[in-house]
C-alpha cells in the first residue's frame, strides 16, 4: 500500500536559519508523483511542487528547493534563509492513479514554526 | 486562478443531523475530491468523483455519502452525524491528466463540529 511519512512533527527555527522537512515514502508503482503543499494558518492548501518518479533532478524555486533521491524513497523539502510568513503546516503527498483519478496518499504533516 | 469554494467555513450540527457540506469549483475540472484533516493524522480520502454522477470512496467512507449532479459542484452528506465526524473537511478539484497527474487544487477547509 501507499505510505508517506513525515517523521519531522513540529519544528521550531529562529528566522534565516535554513531548514529541511522530510518526506519518506512507499508504493511499489513504478510510476508515480509526489507533491508538497503548504497549509498556512487561514487554512487553504496551497500547492507548492510536483515532481514525475522519473525525474530526479533537483529542484531550486527561490528560497525553496527540493531533493528527490528515488534509491532513497525520499523527497525532501529546504527553505533557506527562513522568514516568519514560511511559518505552516506542510504536507508531502504521493499520488495513485485510481479510476483516471489522481488519489493522494498524504503524510501526518510537519508544523514549522519561524521565530523572529 | 482556480476557485475552490466551500460553503461554510464553520458549522456547528448536532449528533443524529443530517449534514450537508457543498463545494463548488469554477475550473471545468473532471475530478473532486472530499478529505477530512485531523491531527497526526493528515489528509484522509472519504469519496472522490471524476465524473458527474460517478462516486468513488476512498479511504474511509463510513458515515459519508457524496452527491455529483453537475460537474463544478460535488457535495459530502453526513447521513447521521456523530461526535467522532468533528474535524475540518477539505474539498479539492483536478483537472483529468491522461499522461500525467494533475495537482489537485483545495478549498479553505470547513471546520465542523458535531455536539
Known amino acids: 500500500a501507499q505510505k508517506v511519512t513525515q517523521a519531522q512533527t513540529e519544528i521550531s527555527v529562529v528566522e534565516k536559519e535554513d531548514v529541511t522537512l522530510d518526506c519518506v515514502y512507499e508504493?511499489?508503482?513504478?510510476?508515480?508523483?509526489l507533491f508538497w503543499y503548504k497549509q498556512p494558518p487561514s487554512g487553504e492548501l496551497v500547492f507548492l511542487i510536483r515532481r514525475n518518479s522519473f525525474d530526479e533532478q533537483n529542484e531550486i524555486s527561490g528560497r525553496y528547493s527540493w531533493n528527490f533521491q528515488k534509491s532513497t524513497s525520499s523527497f525532501n523539502f529546504t527553505i533557506t534563509a527562513s522568514q516568519v510568513v514560511d511559518s505552516a503546516v506542510y504536507f508531502c503527498?504521493?499520488?495513485?492513479?485510481?479510476?483516471?483519478?489522481?488519489?493522494?496518499?498524504f503524510g501526518q504533516g510537519t508544523r514549522l514554526t519561524i521565530n523572529p | 486562478d482556480v476557485k475552490v469554494t466551500q460553503s461554510s467555513r464553520y458549522l456547528v450540527k448536532r449528533t443524529g443531523e443530517k449534514v450537508f457540506l457543498e463545494c463548488v469549483q469554477d475550473m471545468d475540472h473532471e475530478n473532486m475530491f472530499w478529505y477530512r484533516q485531523d491531527p497526526g493524522l493528515g489528509l484522509r480520502l472519504i469519496y472522490f468523483s471524476y465524473d458527474v454522477k460517478m462516486k468513488e470512496k476512498g479511504d474511509i467512507p463510513e458515515g459519508y455519502s457524496v452527491s455529483r449532479e453537475k460537474k463544478e459542484r460535488f457535495s459530502l452528506i453526513l447521513e447521521s452525524a456523530s461526535t467522532n465526524q468533528t474535524s475540518m473537511y477539505l474539498c479539492?478539484?483536478?483537472?483529468?491528466?491522461?499522461?500525467?497527474?494533475?495537482?489537485?487544487?483545495f478549498g479553505d477547509g470547513t471546520r465542523l463540529s458535531i455536539l
Open positions: 479539492a478539484s483536478s483537472f483529468h491528466g491522461v499522461t500525467d497527474n494533475q495537482p489537485q487544487h
Open positions: 508504493t511499489r508503482d513504478t510510476t508515480y508523483y
Open positions: 503527498a504521493l499520488s495513485e492513479r485510481i479510476q483516471g483519478a489522481q488519489k493522494l496518499v
